[in-house]
C-alpha cells in the first residue's frame, strides 16, 4: 500500500513539473496586432468593406497601413475570387519617412500593374499585407474589402450541334447564340428570327478519295450564297445578321480565364482586329476544331465568344461539334 501511495506521488508531480515547464504557442489572432489597416472613403469609388458594382465602372482601394513596432519595406496586394489561389503583388515602400505609417490609393480595373486584378463577374476580395525589411509578413490589420459585380454576360456550357442531316431533316443544325437554343431545318424558318447560324461540311484540303476529310464551318442565314444549297434558306426571315470573325487557334485559357465579363468579352473580340464587317461564314481549311474559338457581334450590339470543346461523332456516327458560348447581357 505504502508502495502504491509513493508511485501516485511521484506521477502528480511529475505532472506539475511538466505542466509548469510548457510554453504557450503563439495565436495567430493576436500576434499580428501591431499592425492596423484602415481603408478610407475618400472618394464614392472607394471600398471601404463590401461594394456591389456594375461592369465597367471603376473601383478605388483607399488604404493606410501603419505598423507600431517595426519598419515597413514593402506591402503585398492580394487578389482572390472564387476557390482559385489567391494572387500577391509585392510593392515596395521607397520613402524612409513612410516606414511606419503609408497610405496609398489601387484604381481598378489596372490590369497593366495587377493583371489578376481585373474586375470579373461575381465577387472578388483584396488585402493589404505589410513587410519587414527581410520580406516576413508582419501583419494585415486582418482586414480585406469585398467587390460584388453584377451580372454582365451570360454563359452556356456544352451544347451540340450536328451536322445537317438531308433526309430526315430533323437533327439540332442551327443555333440561337442568345440562349443556345438548337433548331432543326424541320422548325427553323418558323423559328428564323432566333437563329444565329448553322453549320455545314466540306472536303478538306487533303482530302483524297482513299482518304476522305471533312472540315467544319458555320454560316449565317443571311449569308450572300448559301454553301449548304440542300436546305433552302431563302424563306428564311427576318434573317439575323449576326458577324463572325475567323476561327481563333488556341482559346481555351482565354475562354476560362480572361472572358470573365462582359467588358473582357468585347475587349478579346476587338483585340483580334476583328471588324465583323468581313464574313456571315467561316472558311478556314481546318474548319472548326477543338479549341478554337470564333468570336461574334449580334445584330443588338453584344459581343461573344463561342469556344469549341469538340468536333466529333455520336455512338450512331452522327458528326457534331460541342460548343459552350459567352455572350454579353
Do not use: H
Not at 500593374?113 to 527581410?134: H, M, T, V, W
Not at 442531316?165 to 418558323?190: E, R, W
Request: with cysteine.
Amino acid at each position: 500500500m505504502k508502495t502504491r501511495y509513493i508511485n501516485k506521488l511521484l506521477i502528480g508531480l511529475s505532472f506539475i513539473l511538466f505542466a509548469s515547464c510548457k510554453k504557450e504557442s503563439a495565436n495567430i489572432f493576436n500576434m499580428f496586432e501591431d499592425v492596423t489597416v484602415t481603408f478610407n472613403n475618400s472618394d464614392p469609388r472607394c471600398v471601404t468593406d463590401y461594394k456591389v458594382i456594375n461592369d465597367k465602372e471603376e473601383v478605388w482601394i483607399d488604404f493606410t497601413i501603419n505598423s507600431a513596432k517595426e519598419d515597413m519595406y514593402s506591402y503585398v496586394f492580394e487578389v482572390s475570387a472564387g476557390t482559385a489561389q489567391a494572387t500577391r503583388y509585392t510593392i515596395a515602400i521607397t520613402d524612409p519617412t513612410q516606414r511606419r505609417s503609408f497610405s496609398a490609393i489601387i484604381k481598378l480595373p489596372n490590369t497593366a500593374l495587377f493583371p489578376a486584378a481585373a474586375l470579373r463577374d461575381g465577387k472578388q476580395s483584396y488585402r493589404i499585407c505589410a513587410l519587414n525589411e527581410k520580406g516576413v509578413f508582419i501583419g494585415d490589420g486582418y482586414k480585406k474589402v469585398t467587390v460584388d459585380v453584377n451580372p454582365s454576360f451570360m454563359i452556356y456550357a456544352n451544347r451540340d450541334i450536328y451536322l445537317p442531316d438531308t433526309v430526315a431533316k430533323s437533327l439540332p443544325s442551327f443555333l440561337s447564340l442568345t440562349d443556345a437554343t438548337g433548331f432543326s431545318y424541320t422548325n427553323a424558318s418558323a423559328n428564323a428570327g432566333k437563329i444565329d447560324f448553322g453549320i455545314y461540311r466540306k472536303p478538306g484540303s487533303n482530302t483524297t478519295v482513299q482518304t476522305p476529310t471533312w472540315v467544319v464551318n458555320l454560316y449565317s442565314p443571311s449569308v450572300a450564297t448559301n454553301p449548304l444549297t440542300v436546305y433552302n434558306i431563302s424563306g428564311f426571315s427576318p434573317k439575323r445578321t449576326t458577324k463572325f470573325s475567323q476561327p481563333v487557334t488556341g482559346q481555351a485559357n482565354a475562354f476560362l480565364t480572361t472572358a470573365i465579363s462582359g467588358s473582357s468579352l468585347e475587349t478579346l473580340a476587338k483585340a483580334r482586329a476583328i471588324t465583323f464587317n468581313e464574313t456571315t461564314q467561316t472558311l478556314p481549311a481546318n474548319g472548326l476544331a477543338a479549341g478554337n474559338a470564333v468570336f461574334f457581334l449580334t445584330p443588338e450590339g453584344k459581343y461573344g465568344m463561342l469556344y469549341v470543346n469538340a468536333a466529333t461523332s455520336d455512338l450512331q456516327k452522327r458528326p457534331y461539334i460541342n460548343v459552350s458560348i459567352k455572350i454579353q447581357r
